[in-house]
């Protein structure tokens, strides 16, 4: 997308990233900062079954943490939590920085607590830091939610590889769910290669778009368009009758080219506005007539299942590589051969090699 496209159309600016708001307890937090007192497994374990937000804050950051203790510890609360997991609804939204996606988070997440439910709210966004802009930075847009007993918002993960956030970020599902959060969103980026994370990681991926915008102009690619389980044009309140129908048509075109998914759903294109509520009771009915469907039809529990086993081999490789770049030989060569071969003077197999070969060589001493 270019500049002048970009500031033509101004629902596809980016936002400006403003403070994070954790909707957690802060007067609990700072309690706990206060005594500066560690939990023990069960009081993390107990704290995190009764719903209490405060310890499962604090749980969380176990999970981002970089110390070993820390991680093992949290592993050990994940794996307390497990027979309390699962039980929920998880659901991907993307689109690009603009389309509105927290906007519309606010609002579904809104009806759907009026329905009974409670929701955490987590992110996926590699290129985040605590204090600058972030996907969920966005105090407004989620003003009620934040300050909703029922809602949980949890900014994403920050520092490392796609991956690395990615890993805590599943592991926090595991902790929202035994906190008894029964819906789970997961807003990503929408630029890129953080969708397919996502993806994996959720029963139902809802692409929001905007009408009046060819897809290429939105900047979505035909493979995130493919693991759409449906696409919401969102901001209908302020586009042509025609522009939208247009869309419609656009999209559900599109959508037909694809192969017939495993589900046996077939992606529905629908629309909304997030601004003023229109279509978005209808939204959460198609995700639960999906539920139900794949509930019946088996491709519910397959997917959890295949996710899972994805999720095992990708911490796998996960922690393999970070293990790797942590390593102290690795790290003190690692600027000098990558030269090398930007010198030309030796092949790039030739210097992962040399790399691996440092490792391994200080692995087995
Ligand atoms: N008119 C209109 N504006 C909307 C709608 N949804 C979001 N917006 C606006 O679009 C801008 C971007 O929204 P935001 O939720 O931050 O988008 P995100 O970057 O995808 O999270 C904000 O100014 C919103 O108020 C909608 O349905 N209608
Ligand atoms: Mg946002």
Same mark, same amino acid.
Request: aromatic fraction near 0%; glycine fraction near 24%.
């Given at each position: 997308m270019s500049d002048e496209t970009k500031n033509n159309n101004p629902s596809l600016s980016v936002n400006e990233g403003v403070e *994070? $708001? $954790?909707?957690?307890n802060r007067k609990g937090l700072e309690r706990f900062k206060n005594k500066g007192s560690s939990l023990s497994l069960d009081e993390y374990v107990d704290g995190i079954k009764s719903g209490n937000r405060t310890i499962l804050s604090r749980a969380i950051t176990l999970i981002e943490s970089t110390k070993t203790e820390h991680r093992e510890l949290a592993q050990d609360i994940i794996e307390q939590c497990l027979p309390d997991t699962g039980n929920s609804i998880r659901l991907g939204i993307t689109g690009v920085? +603009? /389309?509105g996606k927290s906007t519309f988070i606010e609002s579904l997440g809104n009806h759907i607590i009026d329905q009974g439910n409670k929701l955490a709210v987590l992110a996926i966004d590699p290129s985040s830091t605590r204090t600058k802009g972030s996907i969920l930075g966005d105090k407004t847009r989620m003003e009620t939610l934040a300050t909703n007993d029922n809602a949980f918002i949890r900014p994403s993960p920050t520092g490392g590889s796609l991956g690395g956030v990615a890993r805590k970020t599943r592991e926090t599902i595991y902790l929202c769910e035994a906190a008894g959060f029964d819906t789970i969103f997961i807003e990503t980026v +929408? /630029? +890129? *290669?953080s969708e397919t994370t996502v993806h994996s990681m959720v029963d139902f991926f809802l692409l929001l778009m905007l009408a009046g915008a060819g897809d290429e102009l939105q900047g979505i690619k035909r493979g995130i368009m493919e693991m759409a389980d449906a696409i919401a044009i969102n901001k209908v309140d302020e586009a042509s009758e025609k522009a939208v129908n247009q869309a419609v048509r656009e999209y559900k075109n599109a959508l037909h080219l694809y192969p017939e998914t495993k589900s046996g759903w077939s992606p529905k294109v629908t629309t909304c506005s997030a601004l003023t509520d229109q279509g978005i009771s209808e939204i959460w009915e198609m995700v639960q007539e999906y539920m139900q469907q794949t509930k019946e039809n088996g491709y519910f529990e397959d997917n959890r299942n295949r996710q899972a086993k994805h999720w095992m081999y990708d911490t796998i490789s996960n922690r393999l590589t970070e293990h790797f770049y942590d390593n102290p030989a690795v790290k003190k060569k690692q600027q000098q051969i990558e030269q090398q071969v930007l010198n030309g003077e030796i092949s790039s197999f030739k210097a992962a090699q040399k790399l691996l070969d440092l490792y391994f060589r200080k692995m087995e001493n």
């Open positions: *994070q $708001n $954790n909707a957690i920085p +603009g /389309v +929408g /630029v +890129g *290669q």
